[in-house]
């Protein structure tokens, strides 16, 4: 049974820093891109950033791009998302997604999701 986990999430000021987890099992890890996405009450889930399967690409929203990085620890079979600079607007509730597709924005193209981890920003 596949299952991603994600962690990390909170209540963060203004200008600060949090750093997300997905923990994945039940999957061969290293076959699969990584992604994350997030939704806000009343809107659309939405493409965050993504990793390839080797690491070695990413792909990021032209609004988390300058703040945001994606990193993956194939031994841990676990991606991360370090958010900075965190503004009002990235409140959202945030999923991890696993896509033998390869890095895509799509959420149709993920084959496996989390359950999310609320992050909310105070101003």
């Known amino acids: 049974q596949v299952q991603l986990v994600e962690s990390g999430g909170g209540l963060v000021q203004n200008g600060g820093s949090l750093r997300l987890s997905c923990a994945a099992s039940?999957?061969?890890?290293?076959?699969?891109?990584m992604g994350w996405f997030r939704q806000a009450p009343g809107k659309e889930r939405e493409f965050v950033i993504a990793?390839?399967?080797?690491?070695?690409?990413?792909s990021y929203s032209d609004s988390v791009k300058a703040r945001f990085s994606i990193s993956r620890d194939d031994a841990k079979n676990t991606v991360y998302l370090q958010m900075r600079n965190l503004k009002s607007e990235d409140t959202a509730v945030y999923y991890c997604?696993?896509?033998?597709?390869?890095?895509?924005?799509?959420?149709?193209?993920?084959?496996?999701w989390g359950r999310g981890t609320q992050v909310t920003v105070s101003s």
């Open positions: 039940g999957l061969t890890f290293r076959r699969y891109a």
């Open positions: 990793i390839s399967w080797s690491g070695g690409f990413r």
């Open positions: 997604g696993a896509s033998l597709a390869g890095v895509t924005r799509d959420v149709n193209q993920y084959n496996y």
